[in-house]
């Protein structure tokens, strides 16, 4: 494990919760790698950091579906960002860090 | 003498037996062995088992009460009672124990690891802190039928509440009631807040009942949030039910907490925690 992995990567306190934290969460499928923003407590998601656009999720969805491969949010092939996807998005500047 | 006739007789009648049918036998056994408390839990039957069927039931059946009475001990500590009381908080206030303001010393857990689910499970890591707490997919609660003494399972590592809530598979921890069990300690390093229940986990999921059946019912005290897809509820209690906990929490001195906010996805529970 590197010096990255023990942080946690975030945007903000999440708005609709209060108690989660608005991470990006990284889908990598078919070879192509899109970020979102994913609440670590509600899960409510954003297309990115700037958060003005939720992804709508369905109340019959027991796992919300990653707005790119349309799999579970917690599937294999997600994780949450690293500081690299985190840049390479460009969303660096909106983002804080905080060891675990 | 009569004995070692019997011995003799056996074997000579495994000797007949061809070896391919031997072969087949023993791993009848062994497979019998292996799925019979299985398959009567899963289909509601009652085979014996092989220690029945050897005349070794006694010992067996003593096994399972003391595993029973275990548990049963540990779901009723004096925690269990306070927070219990605590939960169902419409009570008068003539029981002060559940005034209990938060402790100077909050409950502290481990820091959360980062790593995706699938690359490292998390049910492979000790929580030393939360003895009283099992994990649901293991099942160790389920000889008393009710998982943490409050829930029904209905389905392959799903459980239902008495007021309808549903707690299955789902969240980073893999499992919602995994993901809930974070806000029974204190994460101090974690940035903003995070709302921390004083008591153990059956309390905690008798709190979060109460709160839905309550909000859901619009009681006062109450509300009831639409958002994407979730509904979020929350109710408040007349008696701390927890504090403050995270960077948040540690900064104000981690003051006590006495609303209940639940996030559900139709039936199905997504979060809850103090706040």
Redesign the interface.
Known sequence: ?NSQ????I?VE?CP??????CRIRICISNQKVTGFILC?????MWTDPFMQE???????????QCPSCRQSI???N???ANIGEVCLLGWFDQV?M??? | MVQKQRQDAAINALRMIPTKWAVIIVVAIIGYVLLQPQINKWFGLSLPSVASLVGDEKQTSQKKQEKFDSNEKTSTTKADSKASKAATEEKPDKDDSVNKAPTSQPRVSQ?????????QPRDSQPRDSQPRVSQPTVGVERDSEKVHGFLTEIGRNRFESPAGLVY?????E?HRLKHIERHLEDQP???????VFEGDMHAFLVAIDDAYSRAKSGDKGTKKIQ??????YEASFKKPIGFLGGQEGGRKRNPPLKQL?V?V??N?L??A?P?
């Open positions: 494990m992995d023990s942080k946690i975030y306190s609709i919760c209060g108690d989660g934290l670590d407590e509600c899960e409510a939720r992804v709508p999720t369905n109340a019959d969805e027991t796992d919300p917690w599937g294999k997600m994780h949450w804080q905080v060891d675990e | 820091p959360r690891d980062s790593q995706p689910r699938d690359s299955g598979p789902g969240s980073e893999g390093k974690r940035p903003g807040s995070h709302g958002d994407e897809g979730s509904t979020i906010r996030v996805r139709g199905s997504i979060t925690f706040f």
